[in-house]
């Protein structure tokens, strides 16, 4: 199978996106701080890059959730690979995710992150993707809407491929 990509959003743009995004969370947390919590893999590009926006206070952790496999299709089914090694108890959390599809993956991480007893719990996503959602989540941040179709680049991947480009990519797959 070949597989086609077709830039959506160009590295300009992210850039210049995430930037704004990092104003915000600076005035929203600026008496607080923030511990952020990368979900991995897709998430590090946007985390590491959003990271160096941020001029509040900032510690930052790690989780690994999938649900993926090596398909262009969620499984429905999410399994928690690594817990946070940093307790999130009485702390304000940012997930940090890649993108916001089916919302699956969002509700199991931020239910499970309010039993904790944090601070609070809020969502930064790069990309939100609403004509998938079949759970409803509430996000605090988002980069881009974007429309139904299949992204790789800037740390989102296909198969663990192209998570390196520096732009983001519709993936198209022709026989």
């Known amino acids: 199978m070949k597989e086609e990509i077709h830039i959506r959003i160009r590295e300009e743009e992210l850039y210049?996106?995430?930037?704004?995004?990092?104003?915000?969370?600076?005035?929203?947390?600026?008496?607080?701080?923030?511990?952020?919590?990368?979900?991995?893999?897709g998430s590090v590009f946007f985390t590491c890059e959003l990271a160096k926006h941020l001029t509040i206070p900032?510690?930052?952790?790690?989780?690994?959730?999938?649900?993926?496999?090596?398909?262009?299709?969620?499984?429905?089914?999410?399994?928690l690979e690594q817990e946070p090694h940093m307790s999130v108890e009485n702390h304000h959390i940012l997930i940090v995710e890649d993108i916001v599809d089916s919302g699956r993956t969002l509700a199991f991480l931020a239910n499970g992150l309010k039993k904790k007893n944090p601070k609070s719990v809020k969502v930064c996503t790069m990309l939100d993707k609403p004509d998938r959602r079949v759970t409803p989540v509430e996000?605090?941040?988002?980069?881009?809407?974007?429309?139904d179709y299949f992204v790789?680049?800037?740390?989102?991947?296909?198969?663990?491929?192209?998570?390196?480009?520096p732009y983001i990519g519709e993936l198209e797959l022709k026989d």
């Open 16 to 41: 210049k996106r995430i930037a704004e995004l990092a104003e915000e969370i600076n005035r929203d947390y600026a008496e607080t701080g923030v511990r952020l919590l990368c979900i991995l893999g």
């Open 58 to 79: 900032v510690t930052m952790d790690f989780m690994r959730v999938s649900s993926y496999g090596d398909s262009v299709d969620s499984s429905g089914s999410i399994t």
């Open 139 to 147: 996000i605090d941040y988002t980069g881009f809407v974007i429309e």
């Open 152 to 165: 790789v680049g800037f740390g989102l991947d296909y198969a663990q491929k192209y998570r390196n480009l």
